[in-house]
Nanobody, 126 residues
Framework: VQLQASGGGLVQPGGSLRLSCAAS????????TAWFRQAPGKEREFVAG????????RYAGSVRGRFTISRDDAKNTVHLQMNSLKPEDMAVYYC????????????????????WGQGTLVTVSS
């Protein structure tokens, strides 16, 4: 299984980016998928997660209302639409996936994921 994250880049505060995570060897809709991020000198933190039923998504409080996680089953890709970006959103973003059908509260735990993408850097700066 390989996860390929893409879409990072440099954006000004208030701008938007859309991250994508494509999988080979896995079908996203049969499990749980999430985005985490890690800023320099900080621990990896949960950003957003989606269950097998895409109607069930969970967000970190710091991004709720600004970020949206979604899944395109036809392309077997998970997206993270990031709007109103702030300097504190700057980090390396990782997609993570597991065949397990995680309960809602478990989406935010890094230990519950079996597969990780390589990360894509998001820089928010003027």
């Amino acid at each position: 299984v390989q996860l390929q994250a893409s879409g990072g880049g440099l954006v000004q505060p208030g701008g938007s980016l859309r991250l994508s995570c494509a999988a080979s060897g896995r079908t996203f809709r049969r499990g749980s998928t999430a985005w985490f991020r890690q800023a320099p000198g900080k621990e990896r933190e949960f950003v957003a997660g989606i269950k097998w039923n895409p109607e069930y998504a969970r967000y970190a409080g710091s991004v709720r209302g600004r970020f949206t996680i979604s899944r395109d089953d036809a392309k077997n890709t998970v997206h993270l639409q990031m709007n109103s970006l702030k300097p504190e959103d700057m980090a390396v973003y990782y997609c993570a996936d597991t065949p397990a059908y995680l309960v809602f509260s478990a989406l935010g735990n890094t230990e519950n994921y079996d597969y990780w993408g390589q990360g894509t850097l998001v820089t928010v700066s003027s």
